[in-house]
């Protein structure tokens, strides 16, 4: 049995912007016997194999996974503990808010909202299946989940202590870009100029990681050297280019590291090559 309640609301953001924001809930499936509350790990795991279900349905129709956001998870999480702890199943809360207020009150920039609950008796290792199941089965919830413009999201699990239901929060929006950008690099050696030097070169590409909406795109990359474990020198702090040549000598050893940053300003991991001519 899959009741489909579902809402829409229209909020005004600071900004004064108008955004569409959807919820929806759906209750449980076919019933299972309660079972053991699940241990911190194995909530954990359920979280993650529910981001899985639900990029498996999105990537199935044709579109970009949606983003994990910590600050999603926890207000997902958060949201399903006190419904867990408090007794009730509602997209309001016993004080009055509801995600919307929530994302807001947590200064998290947004344009567009949903928020989709559901609740099961299921065991740790099958009720982020049936919870998928019961989304996907409504067709409120299923435009939330496979819609185009989402870009994070954020699952969370928590167990009613007295009854051993298993409620499941989703929060997803669409907000700026915050995943960091992604480098490789490649190191290259000339032939000895003199009998002490020769011509080294590093080369990098890189790349913004695609999101459904709103991928800010790569802007430009820092490039930074030391040599025999000493400090770090910048090279460049915002280039475009995508190599540097040096001379480097006989007895020391190189190290060059690039990071990419995209437009949005995220900045991506430390990509390093080292050169050896000890």
Same mark, same amino acid.
């Given at each position: 049995?899959?009741?489909?309640? !579902? *809402?829409?609301?229209?909020?005004?953001?600071?900004?004064?912007?108008?955004?569409?924001?959807?919820?929806?809930?759906?209750?449980?499936?076919?019933?299972?016997?309660?079972?053991? =509350?699940? #241990?911190?790990?194995? %909530?954990?795991?359920? +979280?993650?194999? +529910?981001?899985?279900?639900? /990029?498996?349905?999105?990537?199935?129709?044709?579109?970009? $996974?949606?983003?994990?956001?910590?600050?999603?998870?926890?207000?997902?999480?958060?949201?399903?503990?006190?419904? *867990? #702890?408090?007794?009730?199943?509602?997209?309001?809360? $016993?004080?009055?808010?509801?995600?919307?207020?929530?994302?807001?009150?947590?200064?998290?920039?947004?344009?567009?909202?949903? +928020? %989709?609950?559901? @609740? /099961?008796?299921?065991?740790?290792?099958?009720?982020?299946?049936?919870?998928?199941?019961?989304?996907?089965?409504? $067709?409120?919830?299923?435009?939330?989940?496979?819609?185009?413009?989402?870009?994070?999201?954020?699952?969370?699990?928590?167990?009613?202590?007295?009854?051993?239901?298993?409620?499941?929060?989703?929060?997803?929006?669409?907000? $700026?870009?915050?995943?960091? =950008?992604?480098?490789?690099?490649?190191?290259?050696?000339?032939?000895?100029?003199?009998?002490?030097?020769?011509?080294?070169?590093?080369?990098?590409?890189?790349?913004?990681?695609?999101?459904?909406?709103?991928? =800010?795109?790569?802007? !430009?990359? !820092?490039?930074?050297?030391?040599?025999?474990?000493?400090?770090?020198? #910048?090279?460049?702090?915002?280039? #475009?280019?995508?190599?540097?040549?040096?001379?480097? @000598?006989?007895?020391?050893?190189? +190290?060059?590291?690039?990071?990419?940053?995209?437009?949005?300003?995220?900045?991506?991991? @430390?990509?390093?090559?080292?050169?050896?001519?000890?």
């Amino acid at each position: 049995m899959f009741p489909t309640a !579902s *809402a829409l609301l229209r909020r005004c953001l600071a900004t004064g912007v108008l955004a569409m924001v959807a919820i929806a809930a759906v209750a449980p499936g076919p019933a299972a016997a309660v079972t053991a =509350a699940p #241990t911190a790990a194995q %909530i954990s795991s359920a +979280e993650q194999a +529910e981001l899985n279900l639900l /990029n498996k349905d999105r990537t199935s129709a044709g579109l970009v $996974p949606v983003r994990a956001d910590p600050r999603l998870m926890a207000i997902a999480r958060a949201r399903s503990t006190d419904m *867990a #702890t408090k007794g009730y199943f509602s997209h309001v809360q $016993p004080d009055g808010q509801n995600v919307f207020d929530i994302l807001t009150a947590e200064g998290i920039t947004w344009y567009n909202a949903g +928020e %989709i609950i559901a @609740w /099961n008796n299921y065991s740790a290792d099958l009720t982020a299946a049936i919870a998928n199941s019961q989304w996907m089965g409504s $067709p409120g919830h299923h435009a939330i989940i496979v819609s185009t413009d989402f870009n994070y999201v954020g699952v969370g699990l928590a167990v009613d202590p007295a009854t051993g239901k298993k409620l499941w929060t989703a929060v997803f929006i669409k907000g $700026p870009d915050r995943t960091a =950008a992604v480098a490789s690099s490649s190191k290259a050696l000339g032939a000895w100029t003199t009998t002490s030097t020769r011509t080294a070169r590093v080369s990098w590409s890189g790349y913004d990681p695609k999101l459904q909406v709103l991928t =800010a795109g790569l802007k !430009s990359f !820092s490039i930074q050297v030391r040599t025999d474990g000493g400090a770090w020198r #910048t090279v460049s702090s915002s280039t #475009t280019g995508t190599s540097w040549s040096f001379r480097a @000598w006989r007895g020391h050893r190189y +190290e060059v590291r690039v990071s990419p940053i995209d437009k949005a300003g995220n900045r991506g991991s @430390w990509v390093s090559q080292v050169l050896d001519l000890r």
